[in-house]
């Protein structure tokens, strides 16, 4: 039963009330790239994209390592309730995601590599779980930040839900949706893995290439 209701999206009018701001002060730098990690303001010329993907830790490590980031976060997406805990997220009753921010020069990486790069490394068919972690926090998601964001991320999604189709493989259950409040995630779990090398990664994933 108590598996059964975390992979249920928590009515709004039943959610946890939240708070009206967080309760705890963030790192000012990015452990692995130095730059700054809260991103609210953008410098000029990047652009900002937000994934869900299963456990956050591992879905930051992935991206901070391409050419062209240059800052990550996690944090809560696509839920109701205002500056959530982690523990309220994992509750099932905040209807957030664990979620990366990704702060990119477009120049280098476009926003299209980036959505290739998302459905290669997690299973975009799972629903509200990645692997053995199961809840509607796990859920895959798409948050786009513009009218061309959204568009690359439909196209994009058919393409490879056309193509693991092709091999066998249910639909594609990935939440597209406009970008709302992104809350950041305590400071222990910003770029978990270079504090904690030999943590938990859950890398669940079809094993297909996206098509060329």
């Known amino acids: 039963m108590f598996s059964r209701r975390k992979s249920e999206m928590v009515d709004p009018a039943e959610a946890l009330p939240g708070r009206s701001a967080a309760a705890f002060a963030l790192p000012e730098r990015h452990e692995v790239l130095g730059t700054p990690l809260v991103t609210d303001q953008v410098p000029d010329g990047l652009e900002v994209a937000e994934f869900g993907l299963g456990c956050f830790w591992g879905a930051e ?71 053995n972690d199961v809840g509607t926090q796990y859920r895959s998601a798409i948050y786009f930040h513009s009218p061309e964001q959204e568009q690359t991320a439909r196209e994009l999604t058919k393409v490879y839900g056309d193509e693991i189709a092709r091999r066998g493989y249910g639909e594609i259950t990935t939440e597209i949706a406009p970008a709302g409040a992104y809350y950041y995630a305590e400071p222990h779990h910003q770029q978990y893995l270079h504090k904690v090398p030999h943590g938990y990664r859950c890398h669940a994933n079809t094993g297909i290439p996206f098509p060329a």
Not at 70 to 87: A, F, K, L, Q
């Open 61 to 131: 490590e992935i991206f901070w390592q391409v050419p062209g980031v240059w800052s990550t976060s996690v944090g809560y997406s696509g839920g109701t309730s205002p500056h959530p805990t982690y523990e309220e997220v994992c509750s099932g009753r905040t209807g957030h995601t664990e979620a990366v921010r990704i702060v990119f020069d477009p120049e280098q990486v476009s926003y299209a590599d980036l959505v290739k790069q998302f459905f290669v490394v997690h299973d975009p068919t799972q629903g509200m779980r990645q692997g």
